[in-house]
């Protein structure tokens, strides 16, 4: 019930296409949602992050979009350029624990 | 402003040996982290600490100790190195509690042979 599944393993799209990763969770008590950004070679950075009381939140080019019903949430990239060619992490947390559960990452390539 | 700085890079350990990865960061955080990511993998929370003097385990402790003696440092211990702590081990912090940035050294990369 701890877990958040991530899919897919790795994903390649082409240049100005879309990049859709998907994230599922069971416990309902999370309300904390973020994705993080790994470059090779790098630590993760935080890209972006979302609470259950919204649905979607956009920044930029990258948008979280939010099933709280399904307990699902997604990280879409539009126009993809070869730039976020990374790893992606998706986390869940609840309440006052502050120790994220995290996905297992989706490596994305973007093709020029 | 320096961020969270972890030491070594790189290393390559023989089998049974010990070493200790230094972890330091400069933004006052209370809250300090240690994971491992095996390729291709996710990360594993190997150990926490919440403030000063304070440690606790996490999903994947065994083979390795830390301290917090103070704020700003969380070191990481390995003690009789063996091949499956071969990964990339990287230090993080934040400040307060759930909903905050971690931010993240740039790692370390250990082999052991």
């Known amino acids: 019930q701890q877990q958040v599944k991530q899919s897919p393993q790795s994903l390649i799209v082409q240049k100005g296409g879309i990049s859709i990763i998907n994230c599922a969770y069971e416990n309902t008590a999370f309300d904390y949602f973020p994705w993080y950004q790994q470059f090779p070679g790098k630590g993760p950075a935080l890209l972006i992050a979302?609470?259950?009381d919204v649905s979607e939140k956009k920044e930029g080019r990258f948008t979280i979009s939010f099933n709280k019903s399904a307990k699902q949430f997604s990280l879409h990239i539009m126009d993809s350029q070869p730039g976020d060619s990374a790893t992606y992490f998706c986390?869940?947390?609840?309440?006052?624990?502050?120790?994220?559960?995290w996905g297992a990452g989706t490596k994305l390539i973007i093709k020029p | 402003n320096a961020g969270v700085t972890q030491t070594p890079k790189f290393r390559i350990l023989k089998i049974g040996q010990s070493m200790t990865l230094q972890c330091t960061q400069d933004?006052?955080?209370?809250?300090m982290y240690w994971y491992r990511q095996d390729p291709g993998m996710g990360l594993k929370l190997i150990y926490y600490?919440?403030?000063?003097?304070?440690?606790d385990k996490g999903e994947v402790p065994n083979g390795y100790n830390v301290s917090r003696s103070t704020t700003e440092d969380f070191p990481l211990r390995l003690e009789l190195a063996a091949p499956s702590q071969t990964s990339v081990y990287f230090c993080a912090s934040q400040t307060g509690g759930s909903g905050n940035t971690i931010y993240f050294g740039e790692g370390s990369w250990l082999t052991v042979v």
């Open positions: 933004m006052n955080h209370n809250y």
């Open positions: 600490s919440v403030g000063a003097g304070i440690t």
């Open positions: 986390a869940a947390s609840k309440g006052s624990n502050y120790q994220l559960i």
């Open positions: 979302i609470r259950p």
